[in-house]
């Protein structure tokens, strides 16, 4: 691993505002994988809603609310699981956000064994997203769920 990793476990450990441990999160993943175009970290609110909390990208999106069920980062949280899209063109389920946008992964964060929010991710390249992606975000996901865990969020 790199060792921007092992810095961004430690300060999304240390960090006790899950507000700024979610920024921090979104700006080192954007910064440090070249295929990372945009970030976010979702969190659920009212039980039914994800709501944008923290991101990095060169555009704020305009889903700053998605319902459960709703769009590529609605799927991931209502089927408790990682969701890779190789081509968003081709996936009637995603919500545009970018016209450069080709693929999309959405990582479930979860605290005390329920899904709790997510990290949604973009890249401009097709297929972007490999199963290394895939475990080095459900990892940085765990951290998230213990950081919103202790913040009581």
Not at 24 to 43: I, K, P
Request: proline content about 4%; hydrophobic content about 40%; aromatic content about 8%.
């Amino acid at each position: 691993m790199e060792p921007w990793y092992y810095r961004l476990e430690q300060q999304i450990l240390d960090e006790r505002d899950f507000g700024r441990a979610a920024q921090e999160t979104c700006r080192t993943l954007r910064a440090e994988v070249r295929h990372y175009n945009w970030v976010g970290v979702y969190m659920i609110e009212g039980g039914d809603t994800l709501v944008l909390k923290a991101w990095d990208g060169p555009a704020a999106t305009e889903h700053v609310r998605i319902p459960i069920g709703q769009g590529i980062c609605g799927l991931a949280a209502r089927e408790e699981r990682t969701v890779i899209v190789d081509d968003v063109n081709k996936d009637p389920r995603y919500l545009a956000c970018f016209l450069q946008t080709r693929s999309e992964i959405v990582v479930p964060i979860f605290a005390k064994g329920k899904v709790v929010g997510e990290i949604d991710i973009d890249s401009d390249r097709p297929a972007a997203f490999t199963e290394a992606d895939r475990k080095q975000l459900e990892t940085v996901a765990e951290w998230l769920g213990k950081a919103s865990a202790r913040a009581g969020s």
